[in-house]
């Protein structure tokens, strides 16, 4: 079992930024793809970023270049830092992880941008 811990998220205005945590239990992080994911209200959940056990990473295209997700393997943590944020990116931001066909969701953290 692995569980995921949100963290970071909060109320700033257009144009800041916030650096969102996932902290992990267990064993596998190091082993482990891992990915930022977004649920506004009334929307369906949607792809942030990704990034693989080796570093590699991907990107929902709207988001390229405002937002940089990376991970620190001797802390078990994921981040995502956002810069330049819009009112768009209102949402719960959620962690995953994958290993193996198994997959773990955080419970998520609320990202409010006003205008």
């Known amino acids: 079992q692995v569980q995921l811990v949100e963290s970071g998220g909060g109320l700033v205005q257009a144009g800041g930024s916030l650096r969102l945590s996932c902290a992990a239990s267990g064993s596998i992080f190091s082993l482990a793809a891992m990915g930022w994911f977004r649920q506004a209200p009334g929307k369906q959940r949607e792809l942030v970023a990704l990034i693989s056990s080796g570093g590699s990473t991907n990107y929902a295209d709207s988001l390229k270049g405002r937002f940089t997700i990376s991970r620190d393997n001797a802390k078990n943590t994921l981040y995502l830092q956002m810069n330049s944020l819009k009112p768009e990116d209102t949402a719960t931001y959620y962690c995953?992880?994958?290993?193996?066909?198994?997959?773990?969701w955080g419970q998520g953290t609320q990202v409010t941008v006003s205008s």
């Open positions: 995953k992880i994958v290993y193996r066909g198994y997959s773990y």
